[in-house]
């Protein structure tokens, strides 16, 4: 995925582009959005009765912003590319940039800046091998400080790449591979989410910042071609039936997201993986094929630019 930018297929929108800018050294990192929104400025409503009283009084509670959500596709910057695998480990950064309103001629029209931010979830979408969407990643972060709408008129700097460098992520093109088991024949994985707990403090000044908390990895829910489930139905007779279910007989893996050329853009890799439910789906079409659906743990993962060992 991190191969840069390109706007070779895209169509522009006629009302412009949305893009995410990234403060990160040398200079700043620029990744054309599908959609972004929040990082208003909100308060909570809180309510008291005085005594004596039939309705609630109300007031607001301290100001502070609502997160942000971006939804991004397979091309992006190696600086954005790289904060969202570390958001995922143990010690992740915080990052300074702006989300960018852009006219169709690409020159920026308003920017909301926003300082101190972490990323909270990383979504990703149903991949299944009879869909025809084209792939996004949503993100939603959380910032200390997000600062005033600002209207420059700077030209938004955007390499036009030659159509060979755009590299389309379709949710029907993926792999996934576990260990000891037949996933040639994986029909579908439903959308899943990676959390990561974040505490606003606020310091003896008054100054707020973020803390990142503990990561929260998904269950996964599979579905497999019954007529190729074998190797799957054993391992939920041995791992949940006869109880062998310790960390030596979990599996480790990967999920490969891939372009339409059947390239590796990026890969999941999985670790700690058990299995704790398995059934056969009932077809509702006489021509539907009939599958197995397999509820699966992970205990960790981890995000790689594609074309790895």
């Not at 398995?278 to 995000?303: F, G, N």
Request: a negative charge.
């Amino acid at each position: 995925m991190p191969e840069g930018l390109s706007l070779a297929g895209r169509i522009q929108p006629k009302a412009g582009a949305v893009a995410l800018r990234l403060e990160v050294p040398p200079e700043p990192q620029i990744t054309l959005l599908r959609e972004a929104s929040g990082g208003d400025t909100v308060a909570d409503v809180v309510e008291h009765t005085e005594a004596g009283e039939i309705f609630a009084r109300k007031q607001l509670g301290k100001p502070k912003y609502e997160d942000f959500s971006v939804s991004v596709g397979s091309v992006m910057s190696p600086q954005l590319f790289d904060w969202i695998a570390e958001s995922w480990r143990e010690s992740p950064p915080h990052r300074d940039g702006a989300i960018l309103q852009c006219d169709y001629k690409f020159s920026v029209k308003v920017e909301r800046p926003f300082q101190g931010a972490l990323i909270a979830e990383t979504a990703f979408p149903a991949l299944d091998a009879a869909s025809k969407q084209p792939g996004f990643m949503e993100l939603r972060f959380a910032a200390a400080a997000v600062l005033p709408d600002e209207k420059p008129l700077t030209p938004l700097a955007v390499p036009l790449g030659k159509p060979s460098v755009q590299k389309l992520w379709m949710t029907s093109l993926f792999k996934l591979q576990l260990s000891g088991l037949d996933c040639s024949h994986v029909m579908r994985i439903e959308p899943f989410s990676i959390l990561r707990k974040i505490d606003t403090v606020t310091d003896a000044g008054g100054g707020v910042g973020l803390i990142a908390g503990s990561v929260e990895f998904p269950n996964f829910r599979v579905s497999i071609s019954t007529a190729h489930a074998q190797s799957w139905v054993d391992w939920h007779e041995d791992f949940v039936v006869k109880g062998n279910n310790t960390a030596p007989f979990e599996k480790s893996g990967s999920i490969s997201l891939l372009n339409v050329a059947l390239d590796e853009l990026t890969r999941l890799e999985l670790n700690g993986v058990g299995i704790f439910r398995l059934v056969t789906e009932k077809p509702d079409r006489v021509e539907s094929i009939p599958r197995v659906i397999a509820d699966l743990y992970c205990e960790q993962m981890s995000l790689l630019p594609g074309g790895g060992p």
